[in-house]
């Protein structure tokens, strides 16, 4: 019985963690859809301050990506990864219509990485 203390001890443990883990990953993935939708907004009226917004968010992601991947099937990091690329791309040749659809594609694929790592028994443990 003594070990009994210990072992739910660290069960919530574990289970706090990974709520909070959810929880933050929620919303660092608002906070890129905002940033990327504010990119897209500012590319249809200066292309060259869209870009520099669109370097500070490729920062931001390669910087945060390897927190999430500590928590996140890779394969989905990867994804993301490739978008953020494709519309840094697509901005820096000054193709802004496919730029604009890239974009919204990056934007989806971003909420749909908080969608799929919703807080379940199975995600948390």
């Not at 009994?4 to 660290?10: A, E, F, K």
């Not at 929620?26 to 905002?34: H, P």
């Not at 870009?51 to 990506?65: G, R």
């Not at 969608?115 to 199975?122: G, K, R, V, W, Y």
């Amino acid at each position: 019985m003594k070990r009994m203390p210990v072992i739910l001890t660290l069960l919530a443990v574990i289970l706090a963690a990974g709520i909070f883990s959810l929880v933050w990953l929620d919303q660092y993935t608002n906070q890129l859809a905002g940033e990327l939708a504010a990119v897209a907004q500012t590319a249809e009226s200066n292309s060259e301050e869209a870009l520099a917004q669109m370097e500070a968010v490729q920062e931001n992601w390669h910087q945060t990506e390897h927190k999430i991947g500590l928590f996140v099937h890779e394969e989905l990091l990867r994804e993301i990864s490739e978008k953020i690329e494709e519309c840094a791309v697509l901005l820096q040749l000054n193709r802004l219509e496919e730029f604009q659809t890239s974009v919204r594609t990056a934007i989806f694929a971003v909420k749909n990485l908080a969608h799929q790592e919703m807080p379940t028994l199975e995600n948390i443990f």
